[in-house]
């Protein structure tokens, strides 16, 4: 047992920036090889330098219910 986290976060970004990051998600995912990493990559751009607003946290044990697991 333990806990999910969910954090709330903001970060302004230049019309530059909003766009270099769109152009990189659109390649990413029509890449036909090492889509995950190249998505990450972008994702690991844009997600830097953020503003924390919030925080919370749910228990696993209700977030999927043990029966679900292994249907």
């Known amino acids: 047992d333990?806990?999910?986290?969910?954090c709330v976060a903001y970060?302004?970004?230049?019309?530059e920036e909003y766009a270099n990051a769109d152009a990189g998600l659109r390649e990413a995912k029509l890449a036909l090889q090492d889509?995950?990493?190249?998505?990450?990559?972008?994702?690991?751009?844009?997600?830097t330098e953020m503003t924390l607003i919030g925080a919370t946290a749910v228990e696993d044990q209700w977030v999927l219910p043990p029966h679900t697991l292994f249907k």
Not at 2 to 6: I, P, S
Request: proline share 0%; no cysteine; hydrophobic share 30%.
């Open 2 to 6: 333990g806990y999910r986290t969910l």
């Open 11 to 15: 970060k302004h970004l230049s019309a």
């Open 35 to 47: 889509r995950e990493e190249k998505l990450m990559d972008v994702y690991n751009q844009v997600e």
